[in-house]
């Protein structure tokens, strides 16, 4: 065999393994970036998700004053900020904030009967935060979405699926509306 063509082609295996590195380590470091972006937009969410559950009890003794004998949707408020609280992982966090997002649909149903609570300065204060907050909670989720869009998009593309599996890289949850909040709250008076 002519030591020229050996040569050649342990060149052509190198060249092939050294664009096979190229290839891993930028199709990684996608994934990463992707990854941080996911995360960061999730911060952001949790940042909006923090306010809401600042304003929830300022919100709830104002009502308290007025509608003292609607306890069981004050408590079913309070009980839904706890679990907010007490929630670790995003999935938890985003199960947790349903059940508080529902909670607080009926606990402005209840205000809908007290129209001396809803004339109150400071009840409309704190109702104008909530539905500011409310707000940009919407637009972070939107955010974070878009994120999570992406980022699955990737790891499941072709080779960075590959490499996503390699790395551990798995699916994010996309943050979305809860069936009950889909239908509008009854108003009964």
Known sequence: MD?????RGLLVILGLLGLFVVVLIGQYNSLVKLDEARKASWAQVENQLQRRYDL???LVETVKGYAAHEKEVLLEVTEARARVGQAKTPEEKIEAN???TSALSRLLVVVERYPDLKANQNFIRL???LAGTENRIAVERRRYNEAVRAYNAKIRSFPSNIIASWFGFDRARFFETPQEAKEAPKVKF
Do not use: F
């Not at 030591?3 to 040569?7: D, E, Q, T």
């Open 127 to 129: 109702q104008d935060e």
């Open 3 to 7: 030591s020229g063509k050996i040569g």
């Open 56 to 58: 929830i009890p300022n």
């Open 98 to 100: 349903y059940s508080l």
